[in-house]
């Protein structure tokens, strides 16, 4: 029969997360983990001939084999929660600066599409032994990094070292690791922020092997079992329990990369506090470290949709891809210039300003309430000159074939204002070897929030896509309003080339 909340009073390996009542489910058997990016990214099963296949990877069967998903390619299935509202998968990327990076995007629907006033992502990095999460991005919409000391903008939310993988899964462990997370967007600050000015080292992580581990949610047929690395944050000393703790814990398998994620907060003497399945299976109160905790939140990414055909995955606004410098404008105008330059053909104004609503800047850890942005217009004397614009350097890697990124996030002061968003590529000689340009009806609201709201919830993201020219130097980065209003522009992006 199954186990009752009180019947699981857990030690860190005997965990009772999960219904342990007889279920009509299967069990994945895979290989063990060889590296921690084994378990950061999901797997597609591949043909003899090479081709993915929209085939679940429990279910890739001989003489078809599993692979990493690869950086740039088009996935054959997506992840998504339980209840059908959220994709989260776990997909390869490589930052400006030529690391590795994962990406595990936060999709609410309508998929494919980033919505500023829900959508987020985490960023999962292995530096230095350790699997850490750098960076995350809120279904509020503000960023935030994680530090450790010498600020060092990773290794602070640390989930697992790579030396735990070994033969069978991995072995268990616990660490403390000072932390400090930067809200750098409510801050005002230039990402990844700035360096904090201490960290905190009452919170530690554990982490444990647990094979066929029961993912799901109400339906016994769609459960099943699989071996997973299960990853335990906030833990504090149970000498002294806090009755306000809560604990984040992360499940990474082979096939799926980060598979579930929950969430547990302290219940000391609590009966009518009602615990939060929202879509997943197993318990959901626990006694932990002699302390009581209900589950507050849980998402279980083990439902997969599979696609006719591998799907390109679409572009997520990460600043650690931004070939842009000084994007969300923390520095002013710096790196910005706008032409034309001579006053009398009418140069576009520009100011910096700093949102003062409280949407904008609840988190801020700094005297400079909310983050950072651009007002521009086009000084009533519109022409298609006019622009604020950045230059980069083209990426050494970049290669005919593959694709930029670009975009803007972009709001109207009042009405709607077309803007014109545009990628240069420049030949050695300055010349223009190509030109992709998107045309955006800016409003001052969007279809979730109003400016008077929230500045950055009120906008809307444009994207455009523009192919690499293997002959370009330098791109030039634009966007300016084509007719009378003030937009704001929150933030600006080119991503690096993807194939």
């Not at 980069?392 to 803007?419: C, I, K, M, N, W």
């Not at 009806?441 to 192919?467: K, Y």
Request: proline share 8%; charged share 20%; glycine share 10%.
């Amino acid at each position: 029969m199954p186990l009752t909340p009180r019947q699981c009073v857990i030690a860190l390996a005997a965990w009772c997360l999960f219904n342990a009542g007889a279920l009509a489910e299967s069990r994945c058997a895979l290989p063990a983990p060889m590296s921690a990016m084994d378990l950061l990214v999901q797997k597609v099963c591949v043909a003899p001939s090479g081709a993915s296949l929209s085939v679940d990877p429990c279910a890739c069967a001989s003489p078809n084999h599993l692979r990493p998903l690869a950086a740039g390619e088009a996935t054959p299935y997506h992840k998504v929660d339980q209840l059908g509202a959220q994709r989260h998968d776990a997909v390869p990327s490589t930052a400006r600066d030529g690391s590795p990076l994962v990406l595990a995007p936060f999709d609410f629907k309508p998929f494919g599409v980033f919505n500023l006033w829900g959508d987020g992502y985490d960023l999962f990095l292995v530096r230095d032994g350790w699997a850490s999460i750098s960076e995350t991005r809120d279904g509020g919409g503000y960023s935030s990094t994680f530090f450790t000391t010498g600020c060092q903008p990773y290794n602070g939310w640390v989930l697992f070292p790579e030396s735990a993988i070994g033969p069978g899964g991995a072995h268990p462990g616990r660490t403390r690791v000072p932390i400090s997370g930067r809200y750098w967007e409510q801050n005002g600050e230039d990402w990844p922020g700035q360096c904090p000015n201490g960290y905190g080292t009452a919170e530690s992580t554990a982490w444990d092997w647990v094979p066929g581990f029961l993912f799901g949610g109400s339906d016994a047929n769609a459960s099943r079992r699989i071996d997973t690395l299960r990853v335990v944050h906030g833990l504090r000393d149970p000498a002294h329990p806090d009755p306000h703790s809560h604990l984040e814990v992360f499940y990474f398998t082979v096939p799926y990369g980060i598979t579930r994620w929950e969430v547990w907060v302290a219940a000391p003497g609590d009966p009518d506090r009602a615990p939060i399945a929202n879509g997943c299976g197993g318990e959901t109160a626990i006694r932990y470290d002699a302390q009581d905790y209900l589950r507050q939140n849980c998402r279980d990414w083990s439902t997969l949709q599979l696609q006719a055909a591998p799907e390109p995955l679409p572009d997520w606004p990460v600043p650690a891809r931004n070939l842009l410098q000084n994007f969300h404008y923390a520095k002013g105008t710096q790196y910005w210039q706008r032409a034309p330059a001579d006053a009398a053909s009418g140069v576009p104004n520009w100011s910096v300003r700093h949102s003062t609503l409280n949407a904008d800047r609840h988190a801020s850890q700094k005297d400079v309430p909310g983050f950072v942005y651009l007002a521009v217009n086009c000084a009533g004397r519109c022409s298609d000159r006019q622009q604020i614009y950045q230059d980069v350097d083209a990426p050494a890697s970049a290669a005919q074939g593959g694709h930029y990124a670009f975009g803007a996030t972009l709001r109207a002061e009042s009405g709607v204002v077309p803007v014109r968003v545009r990628l240069l590529q420049l030949g050695a000689d300055g010349a223009e070897v190509a030109r992709t340009e998107i045309t955006v009806q800016a409003a001052d609201h969007n279809d979730r929030h109003s400016g008077e709201e929230t500045i950055d919830g009120s906008a809307t993201l444009a994207w455009g896509d523009a192919p690499v020219r293997a002959d370009a130097r330098t791109l030039r980065f634009s966007v300016m309003a084509t007719a009378a209003g003030t937009v704001d522009v929150i933030d600006a992006w080119v991503l690096s080339n993807r194939p």
